[in-house]
T-cell receptor
Framework: SQQGEEDPQALSIQEGENATMNCSYKTSINNLQWYRQNSGRGLVHLILIRSNEREKHSGRLRVTLDTSKKSSSLLITASRAADTASYFC???????????????FGKGTKLSVKP | EAQVTQNPRYLITVTGKKLTVTCSQNMNHEYMSWYRQDPGLGLRQIYYSMNVEVTDKGDVPEGYKVSRKEKRNFPLILESPSPNQTSLYFCASIPRRGGGETQYFGPGTRLLVL
């Protein structure tokens, strides 16, 4: 069951510009995570924001979470060519049970940063 | 170095020939999981395991089996592979279930079933 939906599907910007990606989800969550994937390779965790948090920063990354709108955004500031990758949001459903470890991924945003 | 390893990384096989993709983690994590990634569909969970001898179906379990005899290993078994199982497969682990913590992903196994 797909939960997160990223928007846009693809984004092309110039180096130095900011990149904003959005994620919407359907059900209550424990937390929301953003991952990065370079072409055909493994996923790398970027940042986790819990349902009781509204904003989080990590280096050039800024994540916001609006649980009332069931949405999150990932902002990459001062982008670099090396930021070119696909970015996925993933949610952990709220509640207890074995499936709480099941990350439900969106389809991703493909970011291209041109030098 | 803490990591999740998968083998093989690339595999070409034919319909019906049983295969196993191994996954191993050296972090003593309780929870392990298999995902497949397909264009336009993102990542979907196949099976997960909350601990040794405890496994359960994810969103797309048909055609797959798993086992968890030891904490560190979580192999994915395709008893009779079919072309629709051509995909990129990822194994992942987290320290314990219920914490919603970061998942550590393996490098991926690219499978082509002819």
């Amino acid at each position: 069951s797909q939960q997160g939906e990223e928007d846009p599907q693809a984004l092309s910007i110039q180096e130095g510009e900011n990149a904003t990606m959005n994620c919407s989800y359907k059900t209550s969550i424990n937390n929301l995570q953003w991952y990065r994937q370079n072409s055909g390779r493994g996923l790398v965790h970027l940042i986790l924001i819990r349902s009781n948090e509204r904003e989080k920063h990590s280096g050039r990354l800024r994540v916001t979470l609006d649980t009332s709108k069931k949405s999150s955004s990932l902002l990459i500031t001062a982008s670099r060519a090396a930021d070119t990758a696909s970015y996925f949001c993933a949610t952990v459903p709220a509640g207890y049970g074995g499936s709480q470890g099941n990350l439900i991924f969106g389809k991703g945003t493909k970011l291209s940063v041109k030098p | 170095e803490a990591q999740v390893t998968q083998n093989p990384r690339y595999l070409i096989t034919v319909t019906g020939k049983k295969l196993t993709v191994t996954c191993s983690q050296n972090m003593n994590h309780e929870y392990m999981s298999w995902y497949r990634q397909d264009p336009g569909l993102g990542l979907r969970q196949i099976y997960y395991s909350m601990n040794v001898e405890v496994t359960d179906k994810g969103d797309v379990p048909e055609g797959y089996k798993v086992s968890r005899k030891e904490k560190r290993n979580f192999p994915l078994i395709l008893e009779s592979p079919s072309p629709n199982q051509t995909s990129l497969y990822f194994c992942a682990s987290i320290p314990r279930r219920g914490g919603g913590e970061t998942q550590y992903f393996g490098p991926g196994t690219r499978l082509l079933v002819l």
